[in-house]
């Protein structure tokens, strides 16, 4: 099976390692992957900002980088919403691009998604352990956007010694939502601060998730505060690699 990366601005500027762990779990599930090089931000700051014309030049670069791609597969829930809910809307008045981003929409899918939908594993192919007890994060993007909420549980599931513990009103958004922290701090300072008290009301000693706005926004309020929680994407769980935090 043949698969594209699209590694996204956090991952390929803050989190590499993220990308290399992903990387690493496809290759051990049979995947044979490329990276065009010429793919971009998906645009998504931009549209969330109301600069839909800049937005939409962003999106006309994703289509044409991978309009040979058999699937996409990205470690963001974010991401993935944004090409498979917006891409189609931005070219209403363009019949041709419209049907290009309908069918990146239809192959593009999020990490664990892909794992689970797509590849179909079983604990027999995920080779990981993680001796500890963790609680999962689930992002906004992931649920609402892109309807996926079991299979990164399925995944971690499989993940030899990994307790996991429910996290208290999971549905709840951690306050990034990217210029949302930006514009309305004290707002999404006070989220996160709750999100922070149910992960320490779990006793885990790792928050694992699968959008890293999130993962970034969460680490950086336990550091803060002076939690000693790891924070891991779910990619970097199931290969075995260290932390976000």
């Given at each position: 099976?043949?698969?594209?990366?699209?590694?996204?601005?956090?991952?390929?500027?803050?989190?590499?390692?993220?990308?290399?762990s992903m990387v690493?779990?496809?290759?051990?599930?049979?995947?044979?992957?490329?990276?065009?090089?010429?793919?971009?931000?998906?645009?998504?700051?931009?549209?969330?900002?109301?600069?839909?014309?800049?937005?939409?030049?962003?999106?006309?670069?994703?289509?044409?980088?991978?309009?040979?791609?058999?699937?996409?597969?990205?470690?963001?829930?974010?991401?993935?919403?944004?090409?498979?809910?917006?891409?189609?809307?931005?070219?209403?008045?363009?019949?041709?691009?419209?049907?290009?981003?309908q069918q990146l929409?239809?192959?593009?899918?999020?990490?664990?998604?892909?794992?689970?939908?797509?590849?179909?594993?079983?604990?027999?192919?995920?080779?990981?352990?993680?001796?500890?007890?963790?609680?999962?994060?689930?992002?906004?993007?992931?649920?609402?956007?892109?309807?996926?909420?079991?299979?990164?549980?399925?995944?971690?599931?499989?993940?030899?010694?990994?307790?996991?513990?429910?996290?208290?009103?999971?549905?709840?958004?951690?306050?990034?939502?990217?210029?949302?922290?930006?514009?309305?701090?004290?707002?999404?300072?006070?989220?996160?601060?709750?999100?922070?008290?149910?992960?320490?009301?779990t006793g885990a000693?790792?928050?694992?998730?699968?959008?890293?706005?999130?993962?970034?926004?969460?680490?950086?309020?336990?550091?803060?505060?002076?939690?000693?929680?790891?924070?891991?994407?779910?990619?970097?769980?199931?290969?075995?690699?260290?932390?976000?935090?």
């Amino acid at each position: 099976m043949r698969a594209s990366l699209f590694i996204t601005c956090l991952s390929d500027i803050f989190y590499p390692g993220v990308g290399k762990s992903m990387v690493k779990v496809l290759e051990q599930n049979g995947v044979e992957l490329d990276f065009p090089e010429g793919q971009t931000c998906c645009g998504q700051p931009a549209y969330n900002s109301g600069y839909r014309s800049e937005a939409r030049q962003a999106a006309e670069q994703m289509i044409r980088v991978f309009e040979e791609s058999v699937y996409v597969v990205t470690p963001s829930g974010s991401c993935s919403a944004m090409i498979r809910h917006y891409y189609p809307q931005l070219f209403e008045d363009d019949p041709d691009l419209k049907r290009k981003a309908q069918q990146l929409a239809d192959k593009t899918y999020e990490f664990s998604e892909f794992m689970i939908k797509v590849l179909k594993v079983e604990q027999d192919r995920i080779r990981a352990e993680l001796r500890g007890t963790a609680t999962y994060h689930h992002s906004c993007h992931m649920m609402r956007g892109i309807g996926v909420r079991d299979e990164p549980l399925q995944l971690l599931g499989m993940v030899r010694g990994l307790t996991l513990k429910e996290l208290p009103y999971a549905e709840d958004c951690c306050g990034f939502g990217g210029t949302f922290s930006v514009k309305m701090s004290t707002i999404s300072e006070a989220m996160v601060d709750e999100k922070v008290n149910h992960i320490v009301e779990t006793g885990a000693e790792y928050l694992i998730g699968s959008d890293l706005g999130c993962l970034m926004n969460i680490s950086g309020r336990l550091r803060r505060l002076g939690h000693e929680i790891k924070v891991l994407h779910v990619a970097e769980v199931l290969a075995g690699e260290g932390s976000v935090k």
